[in-house]
């Protein structure tokens, strides 16, 4: 076999047309994770342990988009008087979160090949997700958000990547999704999506070359 035709015989069998993201963990730090939490527990001197449970006694709720900013902060933190105003804790949660400068750099070289269709798919309340949005920039690079709170469903659920593949009009062999969390990865897996652990942006960057996805579009 010619060096030319080994090389054709190694490029991958189908041509990715969509990459899905996640974005607290990829695109930047997570939006109120534990880390965060640990760091709110600590600034604001709550108890860890009641704080966490009512947190998990809501965060599905809060992340499915069926319960505001308000109706979370009531349940977690504000059932009893605190020496620390709503507004000075919401403005804490908000600036945990900062955009992580090599991920969206790599990103938006992707999106300027015009080769792909860029989405995320990712758990997050909508105060949060709207703000992070916006200060990540992600409009400037993405054609769409599927988003906990506007699908109503969460990551590691099967239906939160039916509802983006048929909403994009994805095949799924044609599809990447992108994920800090292996548990998060398996549901996209089993419907046929390609799949990338994330642990930094050169792996991402080699192991989608391998899967036929570069910063500079070949159609050749």
Known sequence: MSEGAARRSARPAVRITHLFFDVGGVLGTGGWASAER???????????????KR???????????RMSLDEYLDHTIFGVPRPFSRKEFAAFMFAQSAPDPEAIRFVESLAATGCYRLMTINNESEAL??????????????HAFFSSCWLGVRKPSRRMFELALAMAQAAPACA???????YNLEPARKLGMQTVHFTGVPALRSTLKDMGVRAQCNSA
């Open 129 to 142: 997700n709207v703000h992070r949005l916006r200060l990540f920039e992600l409009h400037r690079m993405f």
């Open 55 to 65: 947190h998990h006694e809501v965060v599905g709720m809060w992340e499915e988009g």
């Open 176 to 182: 990447v999704f992108v994920d800090d969390r292996v």
């Open 38 to 52: 640990a760091r709110a527990v600590e600034r604001f001197a709550l108890d860890a342990a009641d704080f966490e």
